[in-house]
């Protein structure tokens, strides 16, 4: 199978359907695409009814295309991370990984058009605040595939708009490719121009720019240079893969030992400027609607950083104070979602973190709309009850 084979497979798939944003390939299955959260088949001459390991194997080292670092990971870990062109047409980020002794292969169509933070409806005030940042580091977390790429491409472009500066991105692979505006954009992919976060990282500080984007903060040495980085008047732009502002800490604080912890403590405090982490909840009407907790530093965080968290001195109460700050607890935020009929009330508790917190700010909600806030009906004093001593 030639690479122009494979290119005529890939847009087949991608022009099958409207709102394509993944193609999927996996032994047994037909060619799938998934179309507005919904995996369908595909219908193409000539018919791959069931996908064969063979065929899948073949598509997967054509994706390759002989790399010995991507072969060696896939056959060594089991899956690997690259980017894909079709020319003129769109981008992919593939991953290939293995099950069942055969190969699987899932390509995520990237947006070519760079969103802003107004298109994205992200919270603005924070957000605003984020790319005015001068030094410091920001992580913007949450699992595989919750926007966190996204929303830090739409900081990014805000840079580029406004400021003159020297950005590098080390990414994996790249996503957004931005054009040169305002800023100066040098993004490197890893695998093809530095070989792990860590030596990119090193390297990116000889390399004289103002602002450095690393793709993902995987291990204690890319952490360590990244808090160098910050201390020495970079703002570096990461992300890690935690649920909340807390977990976030505590994640880079156990890639230390003991020892170390105080002196790491010491040194988040006076680097960290936000923490955003971000969900992704289903949509009344079909689609999906981002929900965030912001964390921004204050002497009240960077004392919680120092001696962590005790009763009554949590990351969560600091965010429910701070709203005239721009930080929030995902719970207020889905409480939110939820008024303005964005979410339902089973979607809001599902993915809350403390569902009390946001059951009775729906009963607020119901009650400010004149609505039940429960469905015991029809409730009255039975007189003839008589208390037996």
Not at 199 to 206: D, E
Request: aromatic letters at 6%.
């Amino acid at each position: 199978m030639r690479r122009q084979e494979v290119d005529h497979i890939l847009t087949k798939m991608l022009d099958s359907h409207k709102n394509v944003s993944d193609l999927n390939l996996t032994t047994g299955k037909p060619l799938q695409v998934e179309s507005s959260g919904e995996l369908i088949a595909v219908d193409m001459k000539p018919q791959f009814k069931e996908l064969t390991p063979f065929q899948t194997e073949i598509l997967a080292l054509n994706l390759i295309n002989q790399d010995p670092r991507l072969t060696g990971k896939l056959q060594s870990e089991g899956s690997c991370d690259l980017s894909y062109s079709l020319a003129g047409k769109a981008r992919f980020r593939v991953n290939i990984f293995s099950q069942s002794g055969s190969y699987s292969i899932v390509l995520r169509k990237l947006e070519t058009k760079i969103p802003t933070i107004k298109e994205l409806n992200l919270p603005a005030e924070a957000f605003y605040k984020i790319a005015k940042e001068r030094n410091g580091i920001i992580f913007v977390t949450g699992a595989t595939g919750s926007g966190k790429s996204t929303s830090l491409a739409a900081v990014l472009d805000e840079i580029n708009n406004n400021k003159s500066v020297h950005v590098i991105t080390l990414e994996d692979p790249i996503e957004y490719q931005h054009p040169h505006k305002k800023s100066t954009f040098n993004q490197r992919e890893l695998g093809t121009d530095f070989d792990c976060f860590a030596s990119g990282l090193r390297a990116a500080l000889r390399q004289a720019p103002k602002v450095i984007l690393v793709g993902e903060m995987r291990d204690r040495e890319t952490v360590e240079i990244g808090l160098s980085a910050a201390e020495t008047g970079h703002l570096v732009l990461s992300t890690l893969h935690t649920v909340d502002a807390g977990q976030t800490i505590n994640r880079i604080l156990g890639m230390f030992n003991t020892e170390e912890e105080n002196q790491i403590r010491i040194r988040l405090a006076d680097t960290v400027r936000w923490i955003v982490c971000q969900r992704l909840l289903p949509k009344i009407g079909g689609g999906r609607v981002a929900a965030f907790e912001i964390l921004g530093t204050n002497l009240r965080v960077k004392d919680l950083i120092l001696h962590a968290e005790s009763e009554g001195k949590t990351y969560y109460d600091i965010m429910r104070n701070g709203k005239p700050f721009g930080m929030t607890t995902f719970d207020d935020y889905i409480i939110g979602l939820y008024e303005k009929g964005l979410i339902t009330q089973e979607t809001a508790v599902t993915y809350s973190s403390r569902k009390g917190i946001v059951g009775r700010g729906i009963d607020s909600v119901k009650s400010a709309r004149g609505e039940a806030t429960t469905d015991i009906e029809n409730l009255e004093i039975d007189r003839n009850y008589k208390k037996s001593y």
